[in-house]
Every structure is written in structure tokens, then in C-alpha cells.
């Protein structure tokens, strides 16, 4: 299947700071990323849609600018977690749509990246 | 506005046991619908999908049939292994083309 895959895995980092989260679709072009984000025990909370070339679609109750996306090329999505304090530590998820999936809605997701802010 | 629900977990079982985890669902018109899985320490994989009515999901040993009368999609499997263990997703498709998860089930499997 379609391998998507994020960068880092792994972050721990200041409150305060920013931090960028790289998702990539490594071997398609994907138009729609969706970012999602999940909290110990708990279920995927969507959080936006990217689109490239366009600006991110928000979901209700999820802040546009702490949560920053950018979709800059058809194989790359970025969320940047703008000054970030320890409630923003979570698990982010990205999932790429694959075209040829058709209109099923099938995603291939990345591997999680995990944020922990001290 | 569209949802799942998944049966409570955590749910341990024995090797070689048969697996039921129960998912139903909310939704306008006639959604897809997916069960995914996520194995220790990784990211999310695609472990069935049904896309209308009836139409039965396998995969791996498991099997989830699509039932619009009942607004369910449970997954089965016959003979349970260790190597199964994992939190499983049910979800659906929104018209939108989103996903919506259910709360997840955490399955584990006692050689």
C-alpha cells in the first residue's frame, strides 16, 4: 500500500517553543491530508484538513493559530504547534487520501508523531 | 451529526479464542465503513472496509459484515493470537470524506 510517513517521531520541547511536524506521502501525490490528534485511551480527534495550494479547513473548536498547517507541495503537509504549553502534549497522526482509493474515504496514515512539552 | 460506537474495552482473551467487538453506528445516507488497527508503539493500518450494504470485510482472520438494518459492523475473528493484541478503530466515512473513529478497543490476547 501508499506509505506516508512523519517527522520527527518523537519531540520534547520547552514551553513556549514551536514546533513543526512533517508528514509526507512518499510514493503518491496526495491533493487532501488530514491531521488528527490523540489522547492517551482515547480516540482520533480530527483536527484539520489540508488542502494544497489552499488554506487548512478547521474543525469546530481546534485553534487555527496555534495549530498551523501548511500544504506547500502535493507530497508534503506540515502542523506547526505555535508556542507551545503541556496541553498541547499529545499524539499528532497525519493521513494522506491516495486518489486512486477512489471515493471509499480509505486513508494511509503516518506513524504518530509524539509531542511532549515540559 | 454522523458517529460511532465501539464496545468498551479493554477485552482480554485467551489464545485461540473467538473475538467479537461490538460497532455501531450514526449516520445520513450510506456511509463506507472500516476497521483499522494500531499495534503497539505504530501508527494506524487499514484492516477491513466494507462499502455498502451487506458487502463483508476480510482480512488477516478477521470479518466484519456491513449491516445497514442494524447500523452495524462488528468484528470477528475465529481463533484469536497473541500477535493480535492491539487497540482496533471502527470508523466511517463522512460524505465529507472524513473519517470518524469510534473510542477504540483495546484487545489483548494471553498466550
Known amino acids: 500500500g501508499a506509505v506516508v510517513s512523519q517527522h520527527p517521531s518523537r519531540v520534547i520541547c520547552k514551553s513556549g517553543t514551536s514546533v513543526k511536524i512533517e508528514c509526507r506521502s512518499l510514493?503518491?501525490?496526495?491533493?487532501?491530508m488530514f491531521w488528527y490528534r490523540q489522547f492517551p485511551k482515547q480516540s482520533l480527534m480530527l483536527m484539520a484538513t489540508?488542502?494544497?495550494?489552499?488554506?487548512?479547513?478547521?474543525e469546530q473548536g481546534v485553534e487555527k493559530d496555534k495549530f498551523l498547517i501548511n500544504h506547500a507541495s502535493l507530497t508534503l503537509s506540515t502542523l506547526t504547534v505555535a508556542s507551545a504549553h503541556p496541553e498541547d502534549s499529545s499524539f499528532y497522526i497525519c493521513?494522506?487520501?491516495?486518489?486512486?482509493?477512489?471515493?471509499?474515504?480509505?486513508?494511509?496514515f503516518g506513524e504518530g508523531s509524539r509531542l511532549t512539552v515540559l | 451529526g454522523d458517529s460511532v460506537t465501539q464496545m468498551e474495552g479493554p477485552v482480554t482473551l485467551s489464545e485461540e479464542a473467538f473475538l467479537t467487538i461490538n460497532c455501531t453506528y450514526t449516520?445520513?445516507?450510506?456511509?463506507?465503513l472500516f476497521w483499522y488497527v494500531q499495534y503497539p508503539g505504530e501508527g494506524l493500518q487499514l484492516l477491513l472496509k466494507?462499502?455498502?450494504?451487506?458487502d463483508k470485510g476480510s482480512n488477516k482472520g478477521f470479518e466484519a459484515t456491513y449491516r445497514k438494518e442494524t447500523t452495524s459492523f462488528h468484528l470477528e475473528k475465529g481463533s484469536v493470537q497473541v500477535s493480535d493484541s492491539a487497540v482496533y478503530f471502527c470508523?466511517?466515512?463522512?460524505?465529507?470524506?472524513?473519517?470518524?473513529f469510534g473510542q477504540g478497543t483495546r484487545l489483548t490476547i494471553n498466550p
Open positions: 449516520a445520513t445516507g450510506y456511509p463506507s
Open positions: 466494507a462499502t455498502k450494504a451487506d
Open positions: 493521513s494522506a487520501r491516495w486518489v486512486a482509493g477512489g471515493n471509499t474515504g480509505e486513508l494511509f
Open positions: 470508523a466511517l466515512s463522512s460524505p465529507a470524506q472524513k473519517l470518524v
Open positions: 489540508s488542502n494544497e495550494g489552499s488554506k487548512a479547513t478547521y
Open positions: 510514493d503518491f501525490q496526495a491533493t487532501t
